[in-house]
């Protein structure tokens, strides 16, 4: 009944044998290795952005003095508009530029807000505006939009002539249709 010899079939128990521990091997602790590894690769990922996070952390004082004295800084209030929201910035702004075009002689015809943006301390309130105004009274329009306080920033301006330039010459009483986005840097804590 025995076919194999006892050589043979001591190479086949350790063959069974060697298959049955690969087995083993395949079903019980590859599984455990592989979730172990796994483990170990997002261990090192949280242990780097744990890092980073402390990094950040460090610089956390150095910034919040750099803020608060950037806050205490009278030249920087004298540059910005202070205001408790956006909408009260963005209404400082309108009201300063009504004074400041009507003062050149000027006049607003239209003045969207367009909205508040950035964060933390520091941010700008931006007013789409139109206005008409003549040749002459551009340049000093622009000098005391540019000269005083707060600082403002000038952008997408557009200029168009309103009358009709049939002889090719321009006057200083020429009316211009001016289109600008002007913004302004807020300053203290928005809601």
Do not use: W
């Not at 592989?34 to 890092?51: G, K, V």
């Not at 004295?69 to 508009?81: G, N, P, T, V, W």
């Not at 508040?116 to 329009?141: D, E, I, N, S, Y």
């Amino acid at each position: 009944m025995n076919a194999l010899g006892p050589r043979v079939q001591r190479f086949a128990a350790l063959g069974l044998l060697v298959l049955c521990l690969l087995a083993v091997q395949s079903l019980l602790v590859a599984p455990y290795l592989a979730r172990y590894q796994a483990n170990h690769h997002r261990i090192d990922r949280l242990q780097a952005r744990l890092a980073a996070y402390q990094r950040l952390e460090a610089r956390k004082a150095e910034l919040a003095r750099i803020e608060h004295r950037l806050q205490q800084d009278r030249r920087l209030a004298r540059c910005c508009l202070s205001a408790a929201t956006d909408a009260l910035a963005t209404a400082e702004l309108q009201r300063l530029l009504n004074e400041r075009v009507k003062a050149a002689g000027g006049r607003i015809t239209s003045a969207q807000p367009v909205g508040a943006t950035g964060a933390g301390t520091v941010g700008m309130a931006t007013l789409r505006l139109r206005l008409q105004t003549t040749t002459g009274q551009l340049g000093p329009l622009l000098r005391a939009l540019e000269a005083n306080a707060p600082l403002l920033v000038i952008d997408n301006l557009s200029i168009h002539s309103r009358s009709r330039q049939l002889q090719g010459r321009s006057s200083a009483n020429d009316t211009l249709d001016v289109t600008m986005d002007l913004s302004a840097f807020l300053r203290g804590e928005r809601s």
